[in-house]
Each structure stands twice: as C-alpha cells, then as structure tokens.
C-alpha cells in the first residue's frame, strides 16, 4: 500500500513563499506520474502542477505558470511544490497525488484527476493579504 503524505503547509503573507513536501511510502515507489492539485474553500480540487516521475516533463496551471515549481528526488521517493509570490487566491488544501505506475501517460491526461491512484491527506495554505 502507497501512502503520501504531504507536509509544508502553513500561513503566510501575500508575495511569501512556501515549500510543499510530499513523501511516498509503503511497498516500492513505481509511479509514472506525481502532481500536485488544490481544493480551495467552497471550490472543486483543481489541478496545479505534475511532473513525470522519471524524466523531465512538467505541467503547470495557468494560474501557477511562472510562480511554482514542481520538482522530485527521486532517491527519497519524495516531491515538492515551491510555491514563490504567493496569492490570497491560491490559498486552499494542497494534495499530493501519484499514479500506479502506468504504462504511459498521455500529455492531457496529466491534468485529469483519474489519473491518480494515490492521493495525501493533504495540507493547508492560507494566504492572508
């Protein structure tokens, strides 16, 4: 059993930042793809940035473009959200997200909530302005 949990979270001021951590364990970590979404209050979970476990591909939100970055260790089997700039509007339950270990993950499908198996618990950002 896959678990991620998800650490970093916190409350901070407009223009702060804050590194997100998401740690993988349990049986062998073999996923194809990590992301990150969000779930503002009131709102559905959104999509904000994924990354191809073994290689170099990346996918952002348009709301995040430029002021996230979403990187890996692979070693550590253990992912991060560096979130730069922050805005009230991005405040919102941050969740970790993996998948199985697919064979292939089409481009589009890396924004697509089926695509993940495994998801955190998730953790709380709050930007105040």
């Known amino acids: 059993q896959v678990q991620l949990v998800e650490s970093g979270g916190g409350l901070v001021q407009a223009g702060d930042s804050l590194r997100l951590e998401c740690a993988a364990s349990g049986r062998a970590f073999g996923a194809t793809a990590m992301a990150w979404w969000r779930q503002p209050p009131g709102k559905e979970r959104e999509f904000v940035a994924a990354l191809k476990w073994r290689g170099t591909s990346t996918y952002y939100s348009d709301d995040v473009k430029g002021r996230f970055t979403i990187s890996r260790d692979n070693a550590k089997n253990t992912g991060f959200l560096q979130m730069n700039r922050l805005r009230p509007e991005d405040t919102a339950v941050y969740y970790c997200a ?4 697919r ?3 089409w481009d ?3 924004y697509q909530r089926s695509t993940y198996d495994y998801w955190g618990q998730g953790t709380q950002v709050t930007v105040s302005s």
């Open 98 to 101: 993996a998948d199985q270990g």
């Open 103 to 105: 064979l292939r993950i």
């Open 108 to 110: 589009g499908s890396y």
